[in-house]
């Protein structure tokens, strides 16, 4: 299946650089034909200096010119195939990883809480780079030196078959060689791609959670963990570059033999009188020109081997599905924020059932509040709601609109997420409001601020609406950051605000006021509020309550 999809996804990547292929394919062959005359005018050469043995004269000079001329071109094509080739790797790489790029913002959110970050992280650089670094010596290294193989072996068997045959018969005897090493080289490649993305992992994972490194003084057992993985990386690649090491010398080996082969038969056969020196001298450097594509075949033999394994994950990682789609589905007019749930279940993958047979309907511009215990599905809920899962049964309308029928862009920009966990960018307090509005006008933007509490501590930081956040926010409060994400929330000019514990990171006064101080947003959006305040029930039309998986109304 694999080895099919590599041969697919090959043909495609192919058929897209068609012209470039094509066309450094021309110049290899070029070259070749530059590097198989050598031979060839070395016997001529020879030749002439047999026949005029009288001293240099006007024809050996013309040939040694046109042979100086011959190395010129051959360097020239040399410079043109390399350059063209690297430039096909490197193109090839920024392709690849736009295209993964894409593809992980098509990923449901459940991948990404189920899979490790370094994982895409390690794709992204490691595997890529394999990969593209592999094409671009299979373009330099392959199709060149096959080329000169069976030139060579054509030439050579023009000039002498028996030779040539004797010669071929180390072919299949190298590519033996090269099969018995491989196969102890493939499990290492395997573990060894697997192992650099688990220390890509571990090294992201760590730089994420330094603050709980640091309370819980494990700076010292944390950096024990990194250099056991750094060891297993180390053993597995010492063990990779004995056998890729090997093959070369071993295939060098072989094929050194052969020459001597090439040179003993030549030498029998002109003693026999069956080939002139010139011919013997042709022989004795296509033997030669044989050999040295054997090694750079060989070590690149080696290469597919790692090769395997990180298109192998690539590939995996390629036909995960995608987010239900959306594109064919219809961009609905969500107009009001009329939200009703009909008899939704929920359950995360092999888990037990979140949401049982949940049903509610909360009418354009009216507010529920949601509470419960902790773990009961709160937050479950309002990401069916995002359509960050889908219902394992059931339907949600928006506007009376099913939503498993609408386009998932038109579903979330009718619904304003603050979440529990606020996720700010790396950049400033103006682009993180801004995020996802096309053209945000500088007043809006206050007025969303204005309304979410924001605009107040802004105003005080140094740079006010330029203030860097640092990454993920770091450099604000939790309530801060609370307040970011409600703007970011308002300018979107949704129908729905869903606040998942708003009140969680504010402090006493805050909390106290947010009655009066949101009371406009009440009134002018549908609003699902999950809290623990009970308090809150104070601003809310319906109040449910989560038991064991169920919605019991309360009022
Ligand atoms: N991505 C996930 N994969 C598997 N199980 C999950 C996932 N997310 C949450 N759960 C589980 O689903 C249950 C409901 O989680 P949820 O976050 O919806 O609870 P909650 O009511 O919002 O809790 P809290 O009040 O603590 O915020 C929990 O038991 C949790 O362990």
Redesign the pocket.
């Known amino acids: 299946m694999l080895n099919s999809l590599r041969v697919e996804y090959g043909l495609k990547v192919f058929k897209e650089h068609q012209l470039a292929f094509i066309f450094v394919v021309f110049l290899m062959l070029c070259e070749t034909a530059v590097s198989l005359s050598v031979p060839f005018f070395a016997g001529k050469y020879s030749a002439y200096f047999i026949a005029e043995n009288h001293g240099i004269s006007n024809n050996h000079t013309l040939i040694l010119l046109l042979w100086f001329a011959l190395f010129g071109v051959h360097a020239l094509l040399r410079f043109l195939s390399t350059y063209n080739v690297s430039l096909i790797g490197a193109r090839l790489m920024a392709e690849l990883s736009s295209r993964l790029y894409d593809h992980i913002q098509v990923l449901p959110m459940?991948y990404f809480?189920e899979n490790k970050r370094g994982d895409v992280l390690s794709m992204l650089s490691n595997d890529l780079a394999v990969i593209s670094f592999f094409a671009s010596s299979v373009l330099t290294n392959l199709v060149p030196n096959v080329l000169v193989l069976v030139g060579a072996s054509i030439l050579m068997f023009n000039i002498e078959p028996s030779i040539a045959i004797l010669i071929c018969i180390f072919v299949p005897l190298i590519f033996i060689v090269l099969k018995i090493v491989s196969r102890g080289m493939q499990p290492i490649s395997r573990a060894l791609v697997q192992t650099q993305a688990d220390s890509l992992a571990l090294a992201s994972e760590n730089i994420g959670a330094i603050s709980l490194i640091k309370a819980f003084n494990k700076e010292s057992s944390e950096s024990i963990r990194f250099k056991r993985k750094t060891s297993e990386l180390l053993e597995l690649r010492s063990q990779q570059l004995k056998l890729q090491a090997l093959l070369s010398p071993l295939v060098q080996f072989l094929a050194s033999t052969g020459i001597l082969v090439v040179v003993v038969a030549s030498f029998i056969r002109f003693q026999n009188g069956s080939i002139s020196i010139p011919d013997m001298v042709s022989l004795m450097l296509y033997g030669l020109v044989f050999t040295r594509p054997l090694g750079s075949l060989a070590s690149l033999y080696g290469q597919t081997q790692q090769v395997i394994g990180a298109s192998e994950r690539l590939l995996k990682f390629y036909h995960l599905e995608s987010e239900p789609n959306h594109s064919h589905k219809i961009d609905a007019k969500i107009q009001s924020g009329d939200v009703r749930f009909e008899n939704v279940s929920f359950s995360?993958r092999n888990?037990a059932e979140?949401l049982k047979e949940v049903n509610f309907h909360l009418p354009d511009k009216q507010t529920l509040l949601l509470y419960?215990e902790?773990?009961?599905?709160?937050?479950?809920l309002l990401h069916l709601l995002m359509r960050f899962n889908e219902p394992t049964s059931g339907r949600i309308l928006l506007d009376g609109i099913d939503i498993a029928q609408a386009s998932n862009s038109s579903v979330r920009s009718a619904i304003g997420l603050v979440s529990?966990d606020v996720l700010l960018c790396n950049g400033t307090i103006a682009d993180n409001i801004t995020y996802g509005v096309v053209n945000p006008s500088s007043e809006k933007m206050r007025e969303a601020c204005k309304a979410s509490g924001a605009d107040r501590f802004i105003q005080h930081l140094p740079h006010g609406y330029n203030t860097q956040v640092g990454e993920g926010g770091v450099l604000l409060s939790g309530g801060q950051k609370q307040r970011i994400s409600l703007a970011r929330a308002l300018l979107l000019e949704p129908k729905i605000l869903l606040l998942d514990e708003p009140t969680s990171m504010l402090d006493d006064f805050s909390r106290q006021s947010f009655k009066e101080e949101f009371s406009g947003l009440f009134s002018r959006y549908s609003v699902i509020l999950?809290s623990h305040d009970p308090t809150l029930s104070d601003v809310a039309d319906k109040v449910y309550k989560?038991e064991l998986g169920r919605l019991i109304a309360e009022n």
């Open positions: 459940q809480k995360y888990r979140v419960g902790n773990g009961g599905g709160k937050t479950t529990q999950i989560l």
